[in-house]
């Protein structure tokens, strides 16, 4: 099996920054892309930003200049640097990949909670 395990979200102000982690273990041969997604209350969940395993990346227009996915190919780790933040990013931040191995398929983080104040 795989596990993903998320850290680093938390409370930031407006217009401050956030980075969220999220480490991939278990039974890897490889992860292809891998991608952080987001829910907030009442609404369903949305992509944020997605990096493939060669580092190409794609992003929601709404963070588009302000959030840089990047990750980690020796660590099976993904990151999200988040600047400029504002009250509408307040969401559960998960972490997506989709992993080739014993268990072939997409697996998905726990969640992580950021809340920004205004």
């Known amino acids: 099996q795989v596990q993903l395990v998320e850290s680093g979200g938390g409370l930031g102000q407006f217009g401050g920054s956030l980075r969220l982690s999220c480490a991939a273990s278990?039974?890897?041969?490889?992860?292809?892309?891998m991608g952080w997604y987001r829910q907030a209350p009442g609404k369903q969940r949305e992509v944020v930003a997605i990096?493939?395993?060669?580092?190409?990346?794609n992003y929601a227009d709404s963070v588009k200049g302000r959030f840089t996915i990047s990750r980690d190919n020796f660590k099976n780790t993904v990151y999200l640097q988040m600047n400029s933040l504002k009250p509408e990013d307040t969401a559960v931040y998960y972490c997506?990949?989709?992993?080739?191995?014993?268990?072939?398929?997409?697996?998905w983080g726990q969640g992580t909670q950021v809340t920004v104040s205004s």
């Open positions: 997506n990949a989709n992993v080739i191995g014993i268990v072939t398929g997409a697996y």
């Open positions: 278990g039974s890897i041969l490889r992860i292809n892309d």
């Open positions: 990096i493939t395993s060669s580092g190409s990346t």
